[in-house]
């Protein structure tokens, strides 16, 4: 028979049944009591596996995730840095993936909520909700997800910052970059990278894994062979992009179109901002994926909704919508 508990606002119901120990968190009772007899009939009629003798733990989970399902993901590379995090982070890493409740999920997200942003604790709650969904539909280890019982904090409100035209001009002249001369040091790298980025609504990593056989100039496109939501995608260029590409070197033996390190162009970029700010404080709070709200408010004036979900990467027109940030003032201008 099923045990119902109290806690705080809501109600944890616990089924014991036929070798089946499994608990699950309720707003109300009447909740809980649906589940419950739902869970005990199924196991009843034989329906619902025992996973009593599945002995993978949460870490295990961790590498059948990274080894399985991951590379076929834009993010890899972010999520192996965030599960290698994980590991050194998460008390219950080593606990069996069936035992791991919501309410340790929940405690640690607290803990995080102390350090760092929603935003970041909810990427966080994203990628383990996917490894814990991977052991349910494909390896077929627990029979429900534990973090999809955990509250998700609020994300703040999308950022609205836009680049004016004197704001990417200063940071270019700052960052070394001139119409003639030549391009050769890594800041120099990535002035040009920030002016595409406002051209063409591309991100800071997009632009910098570019190689040379995937931009078609003469075409005016570039082809990105994966994205960060895993997909390929053509960009279209103006003919001001087509001539930031045409200032870059081409460098013998050496296919990338930016031969620099991303994390030190990224550098570079906010060191120089850091530097510029002194004198102009306005640019302090300038981020370098502002230019991807920038180009796609700028973009929306001349390309179709669905044209410019696409350019951009976005499969829906909400994910769109972050960063469209028109002002009133530009739209009653277009009014006339």
Same mark, same amino acid.
């Given at each position: 028979?099923?045990?119902?508990?109290?806690?705080?606002?809501?109600?944890?119901?616990?089924?014991?049944?036929?070798?089946?120990?499994?608990?699950?968190?309720?707003?109300?009772?009447?909740?809980?009591?649906?589940?419950?007899?739902?869970?005990?009939?199924?196991?009843?009629a034989g329906s619902r596996r025992s996973y009593t003798k599945v002995q993978k733990t949460l870490g295990d989970a961790f590498d059948e995730y990274l080894d399985k399902i991951s590379p076929s993901k834009g993010k890899h590379r972010w999520n192996e840095t965030r599960l290698k995090?994980?590991?050194?982070?998460? /008390?219950?890493?080593g606990s069996l993936v069936r035992k791991v409740t919501p309410e340790e999920i929940a405690a640690w997200r607290d803990k995080r909520l102390k350090k760092v942003k929603t935003s970041t604790v909810n990427?966080?709650?994203?990628?383990?909700?996917?490894?814990?969904?991977?052991?349910?539909?494909?390896?077929?280890?627990?029979?429900?997800?534990?973090?999809?019982?955990?509250?998700?904090?609020?994300?703040?409100?999308?950022?609205?910052?836009?680049?004016?035209?004197?704001?990417?001009?200063?940071?270019?002249?700052?960052?070394?970059?001139?119409?003639?001369? /030549?391009?050769?040091?890594? *800041?120099?790298?990535?002035?040009?990278?920030? %002016?595409?980025?406002?051209?063409?609504?591309?991100? *800071?990593?997009?632009?910098?894994?570019?190689?040379?056989?995937?931009?078609?100039?003469?075409?005016?496109?570039?082809?990105?062979?994966?994205?960060?939501?895993?997909?390929?995608?053509?960009?279209?260029?103006?003919?001001?992009?087509?001539?930031?590409?045409?200032?870059?070197?081409?460098?013998?033996?050496?296919?990338?179109?930016?031969?620099?390190?991303?994390?030190?162009?990224?550098?570079?970029?906010?060191?120089?901002?850091?530097?510029?700010?002194?004198?102009?404080?306005?640019?302090?709070?300038?981020?370098?994926?502002?230019?991807?709200?920038?180009?796609?408010?700028?973009?929306?004036?001349?390309?179709?909704?669905?044209?410019?979900?696409?350019?951009?990467?976005?499969?829906?027109? *909400?994910?769109?919508?972050?960063?469209?940030?028109?002002?009133?003032?530009? %739209?009653?201008?277009? %009014?006339?």
């Open positions: 028979m099923a045990a119902y508990r109290k806690r705080g606002g809501t109600w944890r119901a616990e089924v014991a049944k036929g070798g089946i120990r499994e608990s699950k968190t309720f707003d109300t009772k009447a909740e809980a009591v649906a589940w419950a007899t739902r869970l005990e009939a199924e196991i009843a995090f994980f590991r050194s982070e998460l /008390e219950f890493v990427r966080d709650l994203n990628l383990l909700s996917a490894v814990f969904q991977a052991a349910q539909d494909e390896w077929k280890w627990i029979h429900e997800n534990p973090v999809r019982e955990v509250k998700r904090p609020e994300d703040p409100s999308p950022r609205k910052r836009r680049v004016s035209d004197e704001e990417a001009k200063v940071m270019a002249a700052a960052l070394g970059f001139t119409e003639e001369g /030549e391009i050769a040091t890594t *800041q120099q790298y990535a002035a040009v990278a920030f %002016l595409i980025a406002i051209e063409t609504g591309m991100r *800071q990593g997009e632009i910098v894994r570019l190689t040379w056989p995937n931009v078609h100039l003469a075409s005016r496109y570039v082809h990105l062979p994966k994205t960060k939501n895993g997909d390929a995608r053509d960009v279209p260029l103006s003919t001001r992009a087509v001539e930031l590409f045409e200032r870059l070197p081409k460098v013998k033996d050496e296919d990338r179109c930016f031969p620099v390190v991303q994390g030190s162009l990224d550098a570079k970029w906010r060191n120089t901002r850091a530097e510029v700010a002194k004198k102009r404080p306005e640019i302090a709070d300038l981020h370098f994926h502002d230019s991807r709200h920038e180009a796609t408010t700028r973009l929306s004036r001349k390309l179709h909704v669905l044209a410019l979900a696409r350019m951009i990467g976005h499969r829906d027109i *909400q994910s769109l919508m972050i960063y469209y940030d028109e002002t009133a003032a530009e %739209l009653a201008a277009r %009014l006339d």
